[in-house]
C-alpha cells in the first residue's frame, strides 16, 4: 500500500469528500467496503448526503458579524465547534494507532469524540494514548448484561463521560458489499472475550453473534443503574420513538440510521430532524448524525434545532490517509467552512443560526 499523505499533500485537500479516494487505497478493499456500504440497495447511504443538499438559505445582511464564533456545546461541556466524532468500528483498519491517532485529533481540535464498543482500542487505552480526550463510549447491549455492565463501568473508570447507547441495531441489516467480499470485522477487545451461545469467554465472536436481541423500553431502566454518566440514545428517527426516550429519563437523542447500514429505505436523518426536535420539545439536547460533508451541513442542522452533528465516514477516510495529521485537516477544513458560513449568513457565533435562515 502507498505511504500516508504528507503535510503538503494534505494540505491540498480542500472537502471532505476528497479524502475518501485516497483511503481506498490504503486500506484493504474488503475493510474500505465494509466502511463505505450501506444495506440492501443503499437507497439511504445515498439519500443521506444528497438530502442536505434540499435545505436553501435565507442570509441576513448588515449584521454585526465582526467576531465571529463556532463554538458549542456537548452535554454541557464546551466544544470548539458543534461537532464530535461518530462511533466508528475497527478504526485499526484504517490506521495501526486506531482510535488513538482519532482521539489526539479530537483533543487537537477540542471537539469531543464518541469511541465504539467495536472499537480496535479500549476505553482505558484510547485515554491512556490522550489522556484529554473528551471520550464518550458507545454502547451494544451484549448477550450477557454482566459483561456490558463491566463495559460501561470500565468505560467510565477510563475517563468517558456518557454512555451513547445504539438503539438501532436489533440485527444486522442486508449488507450486500460484505456478502460478496465475505468481510469479517478483526478482533475487538470489548467483545473478544464476552460469552455467548456456544462461544466460550476468552473464545473470539463477531459482534453480531454477541448482541442482545428482543430489548425494550423497560431494559433502559437498568442500563441506566450501571453508572451515573448521562445516557444518550442513539439511532432514533421517529417522534414517538422521541417522546418515549424523554419519558425514559435519556439526556440526549441522536437522530440517526446507523449510516444508513440497518434498514434501507429509511428516512434520512436530517429529513426526520425537526419532527424528531418538536417532539422532545426542548427537554433533552437532539445531535442529528448521518451524510454530513460540508461546514454549510452544520449550519443548517443548528439552524433547525439540532444542538450538535456527528461526523463519521469522511474522518475514517482522512484517518486512512494521513492518520491523525489526516483527521486534523479534516476537522480544520469543517471548521473554515463553518466560519465563512456564519458571517455570509449574517451571523456571528452558532447561537445566531435559527430557523428561518432556512428555506
Not at 464564533?69 to 484504517?94: E, K, Y
Not at 440485527?171 to 477487545?189: C, H, I, T, W
Not at 466560519?339 to 451571523?347: K, W
Amino acid at each position: 500500500m502507498p505511504p500516508r499523505l504528507g503535510p503538503d499533500e494534505l494540505a491540498a485537500i480542500v472537502s471532505l469528500r476528497e479524502f475518501e479516494a485516497p483511503a481506498r487505497g490504503r486500506m484493504s478493499g474488503p475493510a474500505f467496503e465494509y466502511v463505505a456500504g450501506g444495506s440492501w440497495d443503499e437507497v439511504s447511504l445515498a439519500e443521506a448526503d444528497a438530502a442536505w443538499l434540499d435545505y436553501r438559505f435565507v442570509p441576513r445582511v448588515l449584521t454585526d458579524i465582526r467576531r465571529i464564533d463556532v463554538g458549542g456545546t456537548f452535554l454541557g461541556r464546551s466544544s470548539s465547534l458543534p461537532v464530535a466524532i461518530a462511533p466508528m468500528a475497527a478504526q485499526g483498519m484504517a490506521h495501526p494507532d486506531a482510535e488513538g491517532a482519532m482521539a489526539r485529533a479530537a483533543v487537537a481540535a477540542g471537539i469531543p469524540m464518541i469511541l465504539s464498543t467495536s472499537a480496535s482500542m479500549t476505553a482505558a487505552a484510547v485515554m491512556a494514548a490522550e489522556p484529554g480526550a473528551d471520550c464518550l463510549f458507545q454502547l451494544y447491549l451484549l448477550h450477557d448484561l454482566g459483561y456490558t455492565r463491566s463495559l460501561v463501568e470500565a468505560a467510565a473508570a477510563a475517563g468517558c463521560r456518557a454512555i451513547v447507547l445504539t438503539v438501532d441495531l436489533p440485527v444486522l441489516g442486508y449488507r450486500e458489499r460484505d456478502r460478496r467480499s465475505g468481510f469479517v470485522l478483526p478482533r475487538m477487545p470489548n467483545v473478544v472475550a464476552a460469552p455467548s451461545a456456544g462461544v466460550g469467554r476468552g473464545r473470539y465472536a463477531g459482534l453480531d453473534d454477541q448482541r442482545a436481541i428482543g430489548l425494550t423500553w423497560g431494559d433502559l431502566e437498568a442500563v441506566r443503574t450501571w453508572s451515573s454518566l448521562p445516557l444518550v440514545l442513539k439511532g432514533i428517527v421517529s417522534p414517538d420513538d422521541a417522546r418515549l426516550a424523554v419519558e425514559h429519563g435519556v439526556d440526549g437523542i441522536v437522530v440517526s440510521n446507523h449510516g444508513a447500514r440497518q434498514l434501507d429505505r429509511t428516512i434520512a436523518p436530517i429529513r426526520a430532524l425537526e419532527a424528531v426536535i418538536d417532539a422532545v420539545a426542548g427537554r433533552v439536547e437532539v445531535w442529528v448524525d448521518g451524510g454530513v460533508r460540508r461546514g454549510l451541513d452544520v449550519a443548517i442542522a443548528i439552524a433547525l434545532g439540532a444542538t450538535g452533528v456527528l461526523v463519521g465516514r469522511p474522518f475514517y477516510w482522512a484517518l486512512a490517509a494521513g492518520g491523525q495529521a489526516g483527521v486534523e485537516r479534516a476537522i480544520a477544513i469543517l471548521r473554515e467552512e463553518l466560519e465563512l458560513a456564519l458571517p455570509l449568513l449574517g451571523c456571528a457565533s452558532i447561537a445566531d443560526l435559527r430557523r428561518d435562515l432556512i428555506a
